[in-house]
């Protein structure tokens, strides 16, 4: 059995997990950074790889080796390979096995990590790593194996994977009550226009969206503070300076008396339908992966 793979020498574990180190990182240079001597191995690693398979599996550009389409296609089975193995091993020893979850930092503060608990109560031989990514790093990842789970836009998911539905998230805007002007009633039209606001500026379709309903209230968007993330405009609206437009998961341990939470229709624009999403290939790969999917699904659920 297996005659054809064992005839040649060139085919090695260690030699297929450099394959896939290189692919992630994108080059043996990112790999082995400031390693000379070990790029030179890597090097040559691939080489046999290819000399072995019979088709480059990368090529130089300029000074960098990448991989090529083949190159890439080998990585994948690699990975799925390397993974299995790793698994069994873990569970021959009775240890934990690791999967990753992949989700923008929000959802991981607010969603993941308060829940995550009763997932791992469900599915008590795992253990679960977050990372924090965009929309099409988490596509890219779990279509070639690097992440296992990912929550994302439900709208982005590709048809090439396979998705839950957790529901909507919903957003509204959160004002210090130190902000109000006295016998006045805050409205959204309101506060765009008059209040400091704290946006985010690395979500473009959410300011973009933002813009479109300060400018249908009849003011332009100008934010007083610029974040980088939904967590730091929070961490703004607890100085009491600053109101904000957040998730509403984000404000359950806001109390009330300090702060008012205004619903306006016109924030439907920015409800996202999140789904968790994972690679069809995850489930012959990896044994465990349809029941921690089912208590993903469950326990991250926005709307109960």
């Not at 296609?73 to 979850?101: G, K, N, P």
């Not at 993941?112 to 990514?133: K, M, Y």
């Not at 790969?285 to 349809?290: E, L």
Request: hydrophobic share 40%; with cysteine; charged share 25%.
């Amino acid at each position: 059995m297996f005659e054809n793979l064992f005839s040649e020498r060139g085919l090695s574990l260690d030699r297929l997990r450099v394959l896939v180190e290189v692919h992630d990182a994108g080059s043996i240079a990112a790999a082995v950074p400031g390693d000379p001597v070990r790029q030179s191995q890597y090097s040559r690693q691939i080489r046999e790889l290819s000399e072995y398979f019979g088709c480059d599996v990368a090529q130089r550009s300029g000074k960098v080796l990448r991989l090529t389409p083949q190159g890439a296609r080998l990585a994948q089975l690699a990975r799925s390979h390397l993974q299995s193995i790793e698994d069994f091993r873990a569970e021959c020893r009775a240890e934990s096995v690791d999967y990753t979850i992949a989700a923008g930092d929000s959802i991981i503060q607010w969603l993941v990590i308060p829940r995550v608990g009763n997932v791992l109560a469900t599915v008590p031989d795992v253990r679960l790593a977050t990372a924090n990514l965009r929309t099409n790093d988490i596509v890219q990842q779990l279509s070639d194996g690097r992440i296992d789970f990912g929550i994302l836009r439900r709208n982005a998911v590709p048809a090439t994977l396979k998705s839950k539905p957790l529901g909507k998230l919903k957003y509204t805007l959160v004002v210090p009550r130190e902000l109000k002007p006295p016998r006045l009633k805050v409205t959204l039209a309101h506060a765009l226009a008059h209040l400091p606001i704290a946006s985010q500026k690395s979500d473009g379709q959410f300011i973009r969206r933002l813009r479109e309903i300060a400018n249908a209230s009849g003011t332009d968007l100008t934010p007083s503070l610029l974040c980088e993330s939904f967590p730091q405009s929070l961490s703004a609206v607890r100085t009491g300076c600053f109101a904000a437009i957040l998730p509403k998961i984000a404000t359950s341990d806001l109390k009330e008396p300090r702060y008012l939470m205004i619903e306006d229709k016109a924030l439907a624009v920015l409800h996202r339908d999140l789904a968790l999403a994972w690679n069809p290939r995850l489930s012959h790969v990896r044994p465990i992966a349809n029941k921690l999917a089912d208590a993903l699904s469950r326990q991250l659920a926005i709307d109960r």
